[in-house]
């Protein structure tokens, strides 16, 4: 009866995606060769601040709801109320933490590492109980470049390695996840597709950059 942060999410997630998309499609109208490659832009922070920021907003939102639809989900199944959440948090945390990881396991990365807080600022857990990131996560959580994949934008590409150590953050995209995740969440509020110029629309085939982000979501 009063888990309306959920609808609240839903919206803000649908007007973040429209956001980026609206972006990505003034990309491609501004570019005259095809949207079947990848390239990086590693200034595009510096240019579109806001774009870049919408990842992060977008990643904090959606683990949000997500941990919601798993909370609502798991009290049904228990038949709890409020009090039984905190006599099992343990239980509680394990659940709507797997759910996330399960659904978007890229996205959940990436909130936990740059958009809740950039890995760079905590390093090594207080309690020390994981851990110390690695040289390339320390680095990536700063300083991410965003890329132009089939006409999407998408963090997380690149393959970051300092010293020897490797970052293991995901490549994602939001428009692509939150299309991916359309049918099964909100199929009444779908995205409008990118707008390609005829004969200049990414390959939807085996082993294309269309198909590599459209199945990763």
Same mark, same amino acid.
């Given at each position: 009866?009063?888990?309306?942060?959920?609808?609240?999410? %839903?919206?803000?997630? &649908?007007?973040?995606?429209?956001?980026?998309?609206?972006? =990505?499609?003034?990309?491609?109208?501004?570019?005259?060769?095809?949207? $079947?490659?990848? =390239?990086?832009?590693?200034?595009?922070? $510096?240019?579109?601040?806001?774009?870049?920021?919408?990842?992060?907003?977008?990643?904090?939102?959606?683990?949000? $709801?997500?941990?919601?639809?798993?909370?609502?989900?798991?009290?049904?199944?228990?038949?709890?109320?409020?009090?039984?959440?905190?006599?099992?948090?343990?239980?509680?945390? =394990?659940?709507?933490?797997? $759910?996330?990881?399960?659904?978007?396991?890229?996205?959940?990365?990436?909130?936990? &590492?740059?958009?809740?807080?950039?890995?760079?600022?905590?390093?090594?857990?207080?309690? &020390? &109980?994981?851990?110390?990131?690695?040289?390339?996560?320390?680095?990536?959580?700063?300083?991410?470049?965003?890329?132009?994949?089939?006409?999407?934008?998408?963090?997380?590409?690149?393959?970051?390695?300092?010293?020897?150590?490797?970052?293991?953050?995901?490549?994602?995209?939001?428009?692509?996840?939150?299309?991916?995740?359309?049918?099964?969440?909100?199929?009444?509020?779908?995205?409008?597709?990118?707008?390609?110029?005829?004969?200049? =629309?990414?390959?939807?085939?085996?082993?294309?950059?269309?198909?590599?982000?459209?199945? %990763?979501?």
């Amino acid at each position: 009866m009063h888990a309306h942060a959920i609808d609240a999410h %839903r919206h803000g997630l &649908k007007h973040l995606a429209d956001q980026m998309r609206d972006q =990505e499609q003034a990309y491609i109208d501004a570019n005259e060769w095809p949207s $079947y490659g990848r =390239e990086t832009i590693p200034d595009f922070a $510096y240019w579109e601040p806001v774009t870049y920021c919408i990842f992060n907003w977008f990643a904090i939102s959606l683990t949000s $709801y997500l941990r919601l639809i798993a909370v609502v989900d798991l009290t049904q199944q228990r038949r709890w109320g409020l009090h039984d959440l905190v006599s099992n948090s343990d239980e509680v945390e =394990e659940f709507c933490r797997g $759910y996330v990881e399960g659904v978007v396991p890229a996205v959940h990365k990436w909130r936990n &590492k740059v958009a809740a807080h950039p890995a760079a600022t905590a390093p090594l857990s207080a309690t &020390k &109980k994981r851990p110390a990131e690695s040289l390339g996560t320390i680095l990536q959580s700063f300083s991410c470049p965003v890329s132009r994949t089939a006409g999407y934008f998408e963090v997380g590409s690149g393959v970051w390695r300092i010293d020897g150590q490797v970052a293991d953050l995901l490549p994602w995209s939001v428009t692509a996840t939150y299309e991916k995740l359309t049918p099964r969440f909100w199929p009444d509020a779908s995205l409008r597709p990118h707008r390609h110029r005829p004969g200049s =629309e990414p390959l939807d085939e085996p082993n294309s950059y269309y198909r590599e982000i459209r199945l %990763r979501g």
